[in-house]
């Protein structure tokens, strides 16, 4: 799987949208972008994943840039409890493992 | 989205003993599943893969005889930390896997918190 790059920790402002960046510049054709987001002392949770085209569904957006070499993760309208360690993985797709990185920390505030 | 859960939450143990995780997918069989192992502000590192009625493939680094793994049954896999030394102590994470979508879905379980003392 290819290696992912990013930030180390971001803030956002409860009520705006949560912007979380991630490079993955080695990634294959055949590689899907997923996130997952670890909530304190919480196993991590599924959020979205997306191979070529932006997905959205009810939790987040994902935008992946035309040559796939990076995506955003959108959390259109951050809360508290959207605090967490979110992780953006590369992955084959086919029952293999996923390979975690040190994931971006969002604090959301008041 | 699926659910899957792990027993116990938490387990304090003596050095020296042997504690079993269990980790159960509730409503979904999950023919592959994964034991993770987290240290305090790590991220997660993957243990072992486990299919069902095979045996576990371990990660480098990580000893298939002290951590023996069973996968006996499409929803239900365990962990048996044997002879735990207070360095095992750490957050223990399984996840069932399914494709019944068309593409893999990873649950993850709530973890286990051991402590060795």
């Known amino acids: 799987d290819a290696k992912t790059t990013q930030p180390t920790s971001m803030d956002c402002a409860e009520g705006r949208a949560a912007n979380l960046p991630c490079n993955h510049s080695t990634i294959s054709g055949n590689e899907y972008v997923y996130w997952y987001r670890q909530i304190h002392s919480q196993g991590p949770q599924y959020i979205i994943h997306?191979?070529?085209n932006n997905e959205t569904n009810e939790m987040a957006s994902l935008i992946i840039t035309e040559d796939r070499k990076s995506s955003t993760l959108i959390l259109p309208h951050a809360t508290l409890r959207d605090t967490a360690v979110y992780y953006c993985?590369?992955?084959?797709?086919?029952?293999?493992?996923?390979?975690f990185g040190t994931g971006t920390r969002l604090q959301v505030t008041l | 989205g699926a659910v899957v859960s792990q027993h116990p939450s938490w387990v304090i143990c003596k050095s020296g003993t042997s504690v079993k995780i269990e980790c159960r997918s509730l409503d979904f069989q999950a023919t592959t599943m994964f034991w993770y192992r987290q240290f305090p502000k790590q991220s997660l590192m993957l243990m072992a893969t486990?299919?069902?009625?095979?045996?576990?493939?371990?990660e480098q680094g990580v000893e298939k005889d002290k951590f023996l793994i069973n996968h006996a049954s499409l929803t239900l896999s365990t962990l048996t930390v044997t002879s735990a030394h207070p360095e095992d102590s750490s957050f223990y994470i399984c996840s069932g896997l399914t494709t019944a979508r068309g593409y893999d879905e990873q649950y993850f379980g709530p973890g286990t918190r051991l402590t060795v003392t």
């Open positions: 993985i590369t992955h084959h797709g086919t029952a293999s493992k996923l390979t």
């Open positions: 486990s299919n069902e009625g095979s045996k576990a493939t371990y």
């Open positions: 997306g191979l070529k």
